[in-house]
């Protein structure tokens, strides 16, 4: 993409509160292009070829607050800021919009299907898939301002993070990997 192309694609793009940057390299596809935003946008120093610890367990909302930890909201833009510090668990606020599922299910099925691609994305859907499990969790979450829901139903954020998982777990289903590399 030449450089005012990218400028005005990430200018329209800026209505979408994912990633606050413009990407530091041309992106090879829209979705791309959205990820690169993202982790462009990330002061944690992130990079696209970065390689990413699966994540194996994290409890839900509910279960930590009564753990004692506490959920702070980062001043950091980038969604993949997540810091955890003296039982603090600081977060950047991610928005929940009707198109955020898609989003992140194309993002997550770029990322699966380009070798070169990050995995980072599928790994932040995986944590808040750990931190949501129900109702209350998305509340927790809500009111400690780090998820801002412009569905207005908690119970909608339950379902959509509950979907993307189910593609998640779709694709990392080896049988499934190879019928999709069979049939291509």
Request: a negative charge.
């Amino acid at each position: 993409m030449n450089k005012k192309f990218l400028e005005i694609t990430f200018n329209y793009f800026k209505r979408i509160p994912l990633g606050h940057e413009c990407p530091r390299e041309s992106p090879k596809h829209l979705t791309d292009f959205l990820i690169s935003s993202i982790i462009s946008s990330s002061k944690l120093g992130l990079g696209k070829s970065e390689i990413c610890e699966q994540v194996k367990h994290v409890y839900n909302a509910s279960q930590l607050i009564e753990a004692g930890l506490e959920f702070n909201v980062s001043p950091n833009k980038s969604i993949l800021d997540l810091t955890y510090e003296n039982g603090v668990l600081t977060m950047p606020i991610l928005n929940i919009h009707d198109v955020t599922e898609v989003l992140f299910r194309n993002m997550m099925t770029y990322e699966d299907c380009h070798y070169s691609a990050t995995k980072i994305i599928s790994q932040y859907v995986v944590i808040l898939d750990f931190l949501i499990n129900t109702e209350k969790d998305v509340d927790i979450l809500i009111d400690k301002k780090i998820i801002i829901n412009w569905m207005s139903d908690a119970n909608k954020v339950v379902t959509m993070i509950n979907n993307l998982m189910s593609i998640y777990n779709f694709y990392e289903n080896p049988c499934n990997k190879y019928m999709a590399t069979f049939r291509h």
